[in-house]
Nanobody, 115 residues
Framework: QVLLVESGGGLVQAGGSLRLSCAAS????????VAWYRQAPGKQRELVAA???????NYKDSVKGRFTISRDNAKNLVYLQMNSLKPEDTAVYYC?????????WGQGTQVTVSS
């Protein structure tokens, strides 16, 4: 069983920065891929960034060069550093991981970027 808790969301002006954190409890968190998804009103949930156990990362094209995903295995934390934020980044951001066939989601944290 894995419990994920996101934090760090808020309201920021366009061009600003936020850092989201995903704190995990449970077994084997560090052995699995962790990802950040987001869902804007009226839209489907989409993958924003992912980091695998070896440290490799991948990003949605529209956030490349602006967002950075990282993990601190000693603290069971995954971060999403978001710079140069745009109004279209406004969404609820969710932390995701899996263990075998089981999927785990956090409760989400709201990010609102004003123009």
């Amino acid at each position: 069983q894995v419990l994920l808790v996101e934090s760090g969301g808020g309201l920021v002006q366009a061009g600003g920065s936020l850092r989201l954190s995903c704190a995990a409890s449970g077994n084997n968190f560090n052995d699995n891929t962790v990802a950040w998804y987001r869902q804007a009103p009226g839209k489907q949930r989409e993958l924003v960034a992912a980091i695998i156990t070896g440290g490799s990362t991948n990003y949605k094209d529209s956030v490349k060069g602006r967002f950075t995903i990282s993990r601190d295995n000693a603290k069971n934390l995954v971060y999403l550093q978001m710079n140069s934020l745009k109004p279209e980044d406004t969404a609820v951001y969710y932390c995701y991981t899996h263990s075998g066939l089981r999927e785990y989601w956090g409760q989400g944290t709201q990010v609102t970027v004003s123009s």
